[in-house]
């Protein structure tokens, strides 16, 4: 096991464990509050974070062991995270969270189960972006995924961290 892999998945758990806490407490109308300049509600960025979880961690593992990133680009990605963001615009709030625990859990341990010499291989995350070791993109993506859209919904409410 790596120490490297077990703190990731530390720090991952954690940012997933404080978006869980922020949307348990929110009321039906508080899920539809929108947030600025993420043209989403609180419910469909909630949402779109525990439905990033699989396709996330997916592609890291697939790049810490060798295979090719998807082959999607800046473009795409928008015009899915709108699609979705409309789609998903009054998620369940209880289905929400349970897909944010089975997912997250699901990653936390996959991350856990990476080795150094895994964590060190790079990739692409979208075919007109930049290349970056596994170990980076968890940190980035992976945990900078849900703590950013966290602000965002914290900053839609009013709250603060």
């Known amino acids: 096991?790596?120490?490297?892999?077990?703190?990731?998945?530390?720090?991952?758990?954690?940012?997933?464990?404080?978006?869980?806490?922020?949307?348990?407490?929110l009321s039906p109308d508080k899920m539809l509050t929108m947030c600025d300049g993420e043209g989403r509600t609180v419910a469909a960025l909630a949402r779109h974070v525990a439905d990033g979880h699989a396709y996330?961690?997916?592609?890291?593992?697939?790049?810490a062991n060798g295979q090719p990133g998807p082959d999607m680009n800046k473009a795409a990605l928008n015009a899915y995270n709108a699609q979705t963001g409309e789609q998903h615009a009054?998620?369940?709030?209880?289905?929400?969270i349970q897909?944010?625990?089975?997912?997250?859990?699901?990653?936390?341990?996959?991350?856990?189960?990476?080795?150094?010499?895994?964590?060190?291989r790079s990739g692409k995350l979208l075919s007109d972006g930049p290349s970056m070791p596994v170990?980076?993109?968890?940190?980035?993506?992976l945990i900078g995924h849900p703590r950013s859209h966290l602000a965002s919904i914290r900053a839609a409410l009013g709250q603060t961290a």
């Open 90 to 96: 009054a998620a369940d709030k209880d289905e929400t």
């Open 56 to 63: 996330l961690i997916d592609t890291f593992v697939g790049m």
């Open 99 to 120: 897909i944010l625990k089975q997912h997250g859990a699901s990653a936390a341990e996959r991350v856990r189960g990476l080795s150094d010499d895994q964590l060190t």
């Open 135 to 141: 170990e980076q993109w968890i940190e980035h993506v």
């Open 1 to 25: 096991m790596s120490s490297k892999a077990d703190a990731l998945a530390d720090q991952f758990t954690q940012a997933n464990d404080e978006l869980i806490a922020a949307i348990e407490g």
